[in-house]
């Protein structure tokens, strides 16, 4: 898909559409960041956020990276079911939190570290296109890696910013908001890659 819009329209390697591309890979981590952020409390606020905005600048970092240098038979081995996974990943955490949301927690925060690679692998799993379509036109690689990964961290961390004001403004619905909104992210990138 990638490869076939670059081809089209003609696409270089700029600041710009390097930006363009990393904006758009961090919109799901941005999103999925906002659902972290309102179950993180006061006293862990800071450290979480670095946490996950490392995390998943990460990710969007290496993905591209793999793509790139595993090229078409890795990608084709799992391009027909890889939306179904982030899908199912999302889901399944955005339940999980749900079902939880009625539990008594005094110090309510990101739980475990199984959850945060779940969720940076989920929103991470466009970028592999990426790094292929790369790999396909010839294009370098590590510089648009470097900035899809800051612009992941940057906007990772504003969604946990913006997340924990919600969290403090509707501190009784805190889980079933971010619950709600993963399995919302799952279903768009399920849609997305069904019917698009």
């Known amino acids: 898909m990638f490869e076939k ?9 700029t600041m710009l559409n390097t930006l363009i591309i990393a904006i758009g890979l961090s919109m799901d981590a941005f999103a999925v960041s906002i659902s972290n952020g309102v179950t993180v409390s006061r006293k862990n606020y800071s450290s979480e956020a670095i946490k996950v905005s490392l995390h998943f600048g990460f990710f969007q970092f290496i993905m591209p990276l793999i ?32 079902l939880e ?49 800051l612009t992941t961290f940057i906007l990772s961390f504003i969604g946990i910013s913006f997340g924990y004001y919600l969290g403090r403004k509707f501190s009784s619905y805190v889980e079933i908001i971010g619950g709600l909104i993963l399995i919302v992210i799952g279903m768009k990138i399920l849609i997305e890659h069904i019917f698009f």
């Not at 819009?5 to 390697?13: H, L, M, P, Q, Y």
């Not at 790139?68 to 081995?77: C, E």
């Open 5 to 13: 819009i670059f081809r089209e329209r003609g696409w270089k390697v």
């Open 67 to 98: 793509g790139y240098f595993f090229g078409r038979n890795f990608l084709s081995s799992i391009a027909s079911y890889d939306h179904w996974v982030a899908f199912g990943l999302l889901a399944f955490i955005g339940i999980h939190m749900i």
């Open 101 to 149: 949301s009625g539990e008594k927690k005094s110090n309510i925060s990101i739980q475990g570290e199984w959850k945060l690679l779940l969720l940076s692998l989920a929103t991470s799993i466009d970028a592999l296109a990426v790094g292929l379509s790369f790999a396909i036109l010839r294009i370098s690689i590590f510089y648009p890696c470097v900035i899809i990964g």
